[in-house]
């Protein structure tokens, strides 16, 4: 039964406009609705009027039409995995793409054809089978939709630039209804912002990717180790992360365990080559005898991408984010973050999971191509970091989230950078629009070619509907 008494007038007209289409419209009540408005973040899920599970770019393009001309709020769901909100909605539409899934493989043309609501696994599945890859998330639940229209890092971007840096073109709903295809010959400045700032344009139902062979051999898995180690790991991760070697991603950090609040520091090290390479590469760490090793042969690049995933499950209440550092790190100022980072922990004892990363992942491919190139500006002399956690009581909300923002503005300005002089910042921004919170103004994330981005926005979004004002005015996570 659905509860009528409450719906928007809007709901019906909707219902009416979409009647003959292959849409179908989930409202509260009917079979299908709770499980539409599960997010990662189960902080962020809100019960939106109608949620409308597309099938078709016109199923999109009628819904943007109707929204734009009802003035309803619009949403777009891909893989739902924005910690802060950007999929979901109390008060208007969801575009629900998770039924436009499907992959198709050109190995001729080496490309890869994707609808817009494609998870990783679905594109990385796809590719395996034909003996191919792409540059994809690392969490393969992740949607293909928001992680490449910010960017996209993964494994394979030491080799191959970034998730946009292998975009060959789009098809995208506009905000009049209209479906153009973007790339560098058709609509390019279109493109140029689609790539680092899409979500802020329109509604893409497809990506086109350029795919590689895939790796030969594929070594990973977590390392573990004690507190009394963490100046000589530093040190080790100091040698590693220095080489800049294409086919190494070295990530390391501090995390909590699922159901434990010790804190222990993790490495974790991908490499495209053989067990003995992969070794070898990183004997500083195997040195420092590791209490926990998961590390081997994987079978292949697809279950790379698997691998974090039961550190990474749906539910909860989540926050997370980004800053920057430079190499080398300091250890003396590491051990400092550290203590805050633990403080915060053992003060919540029982109600959290918690991690941050330093991802030193090699970025001379990623720096090839120039900050103007296209609207993503965060390429520089630098690396992410990341954080994320999970608590349960939403009363520790806005404390969580506080600690969060402190913490990472922290690390930028004592080991990234943030508080080197205007001069010596170099190219970035420092801040990966996928993990900006929504404080973040877009000349933050996007330095010189916000003025441009503005500029594009008023010509192909002029009435915002892709990015409501209430959200960071170009985009948001
Ligand atoms: C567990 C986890 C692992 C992650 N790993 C990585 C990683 O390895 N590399 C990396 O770069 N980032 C990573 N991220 C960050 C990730 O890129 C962002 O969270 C991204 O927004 C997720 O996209 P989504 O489609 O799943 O999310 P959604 O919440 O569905 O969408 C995010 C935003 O994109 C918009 N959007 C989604 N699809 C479309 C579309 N087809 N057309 C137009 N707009 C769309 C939505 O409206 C929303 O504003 C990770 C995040 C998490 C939570």
């Keep these: 039964m659905t509860d009528s008494s ?3 007038t809007w709901v019906g007209q909707l219902e009416k406009e979409l009647s003959s289409s292959t849409a179908k419209i989930l409202k509260p009540g009917t079979e299908g609705y709770d499980e539409s408005l599960k997010r990662f973040n189960g902080a962020i899920e809100k019960r939106a009027p109608a949620v409308v599970m597309v099938k078709s770019d016109e199923d999109i393009a009628t819904t943007v039409k109707f929204a734009v001309s009802n003035e309803v709020l619009l949403v777009v769901k891909g893989g739902g995995h924005t910690i802060s909100g950007g999929s979901s909605t109390d008060e208007g539409i969801v575009v629900d793409l998770s039924q436009m899934r499907g992959v198709q493989i050109n190995k001729e043309t080496r490309e890869i054809v994707a609808q817009g609501g494609c998870l990783w696994e679905d594109v990385d599945v796809a590719a395996a089978a034909e003996g191919l890859v792409t540059v994809g998330g690392t969490v393969n639940h992740t949607g293909i939709g928001g992680l490449t229209l910010g960017g996209g890092y ?5 080799l191959y630039g970034l998730t946009i840096d292998n975009l060959l073109r789009v098809k995208i709903v506009l905000a009049d209804g209209s479906c153009l295809v973007a790339s560098e010959t058709e609509n390019p400045d279109l493109f140029w912002a689609v790539r680092g700032a899409g979500r802020g344009f329109g509604v893409v139902t497809e990506f086109v990717f350029r795919a590689h062979p895939a790796p030969a051999s594929v070594w990973a898995g977590m390392l573990g180790f004690t507190m009394d180690k963490l100046h000589a790991l530093i040190a080790a991760f100091n040698e590693v ?23 222990m520091p993790l490495a974790l ?9 992969s070794k070898a590469f990183f004997a500083p760490f195997f040195a420092l005898e590791p209490t926990m090793n998961s590390t081997a042969v994987l079978p292949s690049y697809t279950a790379v991408n698997s691998l974090l995933n039961p550190m990474a499950k749906h539910g909860g209440r989540k926050n997370g984010g980004g800053s920057n550092f430079t190499l080398p790190l300091n250890a003396d100022k590491v051990s400092d973050i550290f203590q805050d980072f633990n403080r915060f922990v053992l003060a919540n004892q029982g109600s959290i999971e918690a991690v941050f990363i330093f991802e030193a992942w090699p970025n001379n491919k990623i720096r090839e191509v120039s900050n103007e190139a296209m609207a993503f500006s965060n390429r520089g002399a ?9 608590w349960e009581d939403p009363a520790l909300d806005d404390e969580f989230r506080e600690f969060n923002r402190n913490f990472l503005k922290k690390i930028g ?3 990234g950078i943030d508080g080197a002089a205007s001069g010596q910042k170099g190219e970035g921004s420092g801040i990966y629009a996928n993990s900006a919170t929504a404080e973040y103004t877009p000349q933050e994330i996007y330095g010189r070619n916000s003025t441009k981005l503005k500029v594009l926005k008023k010509k192909y979004d002029p009435g915002n509907i892709f990015s409501p004002a209430k959200m960071v005015s170009l985009t948001h996570m």
């Design 241 to 263: 992360a220095g080489r800049e070697d294409p086919r190494a991603c070295l990530s390391f950090g501090f995390a909590t365990p699922p159901g434990s609040n010790v804190v």
């Design 6 to 8: 409450r719906e928007p």
């Design 413 to 415: 300005r004592e080991m």
């Design 382 to 390: 630098y690396h992410n970091v990341a954080t994320s956690m999970k």
């Design 269 to 277: 090290p991908v490499y495209f080559g053989t067990e003995e390479e």
């Design 154 to 158: 993964g494994y394979l971007s030491g």
